[in-house]
DNA sequence: TTTCCTGCAAAAGCTTTGCAAGTAC
DNA sequence: GTACTTGCAAAGCTTTTGCAGGAAA
């Protein structure tokens, strides 16, 4: 994966201080490529190595990395329930599974997607609305009975 | 508009019971047709009608319409602060200002929209996720900067 | 040594719930 | 009469914040 020197350029290239916390939690959020993390849970797995972390600094770490463009935030979906995170900030459409699971769509299909929209209704949605479209965000929502089960490697991302 | 009669008669369809504050909301709502209130909003614009009107009242009574198809509860993954509720149940994109509205795509270019979709494509994320797709909800974010200020009317959707 | 971060606890914002009284059916 | 709804207050859940001590630059 990823060395701690590496870690610390990355934090430094965005503007961030490094700290021991900050490191574990970037690790662990990292390692969450295809499902998506709430604080709570990403402090759940990060009290193994570090069961002094507190739920507080979680959420200012995650506020952290989203303010500085290392990961996103998703907001609530479908069933109301905490926020979640996502390490990948590339435009990407997901997939919302009915047990309320958030998961990514590979990049490249994600890609042809965004390229598929007609250009003509782009502009029709920014005539008639009058606006300017900064960008799109797609969601698949699964049918309930189906259960999700990505065959896509993390590379793939 | 509506009168009390075709009210009583759409609740009755949805099972729902007829009360004077139900009634009240759904006109405060259905009368939201670009915007999309809170349930604090509506609150504030129902008062004016009954003042003895409470929060917990529009919360349950929005619930109720979300169950039982009179209305949908947005949880944007994009957008953050609390809920709102669009009147409009059929599926449509919808489009998210940089001041925090969420706007209504009319219903046409909605469709065009999901018909523009590429059938390979969607194929595809069937397979590679490993689900069927129920539907595809999707949001267009405005670019900071631009005010968006719906030339459609109404009657568009 | 200055500035930022952490952990704790407390607060804040949004939503749901228990309950007694009232209303629809 | 029965079952559901209302309004109130209180609780619940998620997230933010004030502050004192500690760590990074």
Redesign the interface.
Known sequence: MMDIGQVRELFRRHGLRWTRQRELLYAELASCVLDHPTAEELLNAARSKDPGLSLATVYNTLEAFSESGLCR??????A?GPCRFDVHTHDHA????PDGR??D??RE?SQ??ME???RD?LD??E??????????????????????????EAAAL
């Open positions: 935030r998703l907001s609530s979906v479908e109301s997901h997939v919302l599974t958030v998961m769509l590979p299909l042809r997607l598929a929209i007609p209704i029709e949605v005539r008639s609305m009058g606006i300017h479209v900064d960008r799109v965000s797609m969601q698949f929502i699964a049918h309930p009975g189906t259960h999700a089960s990505a065959r896509v």
